[in-house]
């Protein structure tokens, strides 16, 4: 699943190719991707008719598009979610039903103006403009992603308004974030986890926070000193701010920027998907364990669990 740098990219992309532009109609190819709007498709169609994006905002992994009425349409990538700029589907129609196509919520600038291209097997819903522009397309291969209309949502969208900040966020308050963690008994990477405490960080920056901060993923949080928390805090900001350099981390060709190029952070990491490979710091192998339905990847010797 994207994470903060990836929707990062995602959301710059977009507010380069759809600020200012009028809604002139909206095409739901499917209902599941409009399934947390309550007034279904042809419902989410109407509202959006002749509404002006005004900016693409972004909290932890959510998206949201600012209306020029102070509403917004609210947009989560899932897995496998994607926005293409004036992308049909072309030569690339086969490459999309067999890997994915772009890179999950990716921007990819295609072939301007609405041709005749046949539809992308993945398309779920698409926006025309009013302008003479490319349309925007919501492709989603294994539909856990979506969008919903948000009333008065401009400023954050009521659904989301649980969430925490991230912390390349600049309101993020780290010290209230320190306090939120050691006052829950859990393990850290859970609540790293929690994106009702800290938003963004997802398994990969997780691992690769706790390994710069040479911290285990199973350490207790209410045991862990300030000092502690603030530096693994500290280590998920220098890593996704390292990722969103590079336009984020890609494994496959799920994973493209704007310009329909990888990211290449996966290049620098130094924890997440090394099983069996040396750690950088001390030599021995990185490991990799079971934990909430994923995988955990550390350095046994560097990040000791400490005492139960």
């Not at 209309?149 to 320190?178: C, K």
């Not at 493209?256 to 290049?267: K, L």
């Not at 350095?299 to 669990?305: A, G, I």
């Amino acid at each position: 699943m994207p994470e903060l740098p990836e929707v990062e990219v995602v959301r710059r992309g977009l507010a380069e190719h759809i600020t200012g532009r009028r809604i002139a109609a909206v095409q739901v190819h499917s209902d599941r991707a409009v399934r947390r709007h309550p007034g279904g498709r042809n419902d989410f169609a109407a509202v959006l008719a002749g509404r002006t994006i005004e900016q693409v905002r972004r909290r932890g992994k959510y998206l949201w598009l600012v209306l020029d009425d102070g509403d917004a349409v609210l947009a989560h990538l899932g897995m496998s979610g994607q926005f293409r700029v004036g992308a049909g589907a072309g030569a690339r129609a086969g490459a999309g039903a067999a890997s994915g196509g772009v890179r999950a919520g990716a921007v990819r600038a295609g072939a301007a103006g609405r041709g005749a291209a046949p539809l992308h097997p993945h398309l779920r819903i698409r926006f025309d403009f009013a302008d003479d522009g490319p349309h925007l397309d919501f492709l989603d291969q294994r539909t856990f992603g979506g969008m919903a209309f948000s009333p008065g949502g401009a400023e954050l969208p009521a659904e989301i308004a649980h969430i925490g900040r991230d912390p390349l966020d600049p309101l993020f308050d780290r010290d209230a974030a320190v306090r939120a963690i050691r006052g829950k008994h859990t393990e850290l990477k859970r609540v790293l986890l929690d994106q009702t405490v800290v938003s963004g960080i997802g398994n990969i920056y997780a691992d690769e926070a706790l390994w710069r901060a040479k911290l285990h993923y199973r350490r207790q949080t209410d045991r862990l000193p300030r000092p502690a928390v603030r530096a693994v805090l500290d280590a998920a900001t220098e890593v996704m701010t390292a990722a969103l350099a590079v336009g984020g981390t890609s494994f496959d060709a799920l994973y493209v920027n704007v310009n329909g190029e990888s990211g290449y952070f996966d290049r620098t990491l130094d924890a997440y998907g090394r099983e069996g490979l040396p750690c950088r710091r001390c030599g021995h192998p990185i490991r990799r364990e079971a934990f909430m339905n994923r995988s955990s990847f550390l350095c046994r010797v560097c990040q000791r669990p400490g005492r139960s």
